[in-house]
């Protein structure tokens, strides 16, 4: 069975960091279109990057263009999200999810498999 396990999520302060990490089993990410999502409470899930299977193309959404850098580590079988200068509206449930391969990837990209999702606070 196809399964996606988030970690990394936590408490932070305002301009701080942090890392996110979504590893699979059961399939070899590399050969997945990888997205990255949050919601937060009351809130729509928004898209925030994706990175493609071929080419290793990447999206962002505006509101984390320059402050979050998505990456593959295929030695460990993981999609990261590296946060920086994080802000309290970056507040949310995080989510990764797979879809199958793609040559790029964008907010309409629409994904099969989906994490459980990391909590992750902004807040001082």
């Known amino acids: 069975q196809l399964q996606l396990v988030e970690s990394g999520g936590g408490l932070v302060q305002p301009g701080g960091s942090l890392s996110l990490s979504c590893a699979a089993s059961g399939f070899t990410l590399e050969y997945y279109t990888i997205g990255w999502f949050r919601q937060a409470p009351g809130k729509e899930r928004e898209g925030v990057s994706c990175?493609?299977?071929?080419?290793?193309?990447?999206y962002y959404a505006d509101s984390v263009k320059g402050r979050f850098t998505i990456s593959r580590d295929n030695a460990k079988n993981t999609v990261n999200l590296q946060m920086d200068s994080l802000k309290p509206e970056d507040t949310a449930i995080y989510y990764c999810?797979?879809?199958?391969?793609?040559?790029?990837?964008?907010?309409?990209?629409?994904?099969?498999?989906w994490g459980q999702g990391t909590q992750v606070t902004v807040s001082s």
């Open positions: 999810a797979a879809t199958r391969p793609t040559r790029y990837c964008s907010a309409s990209t629409e994904y099969n498999y």
């Open positions: 990175i493609s299977s071929s080419f290793g193309r990447t």
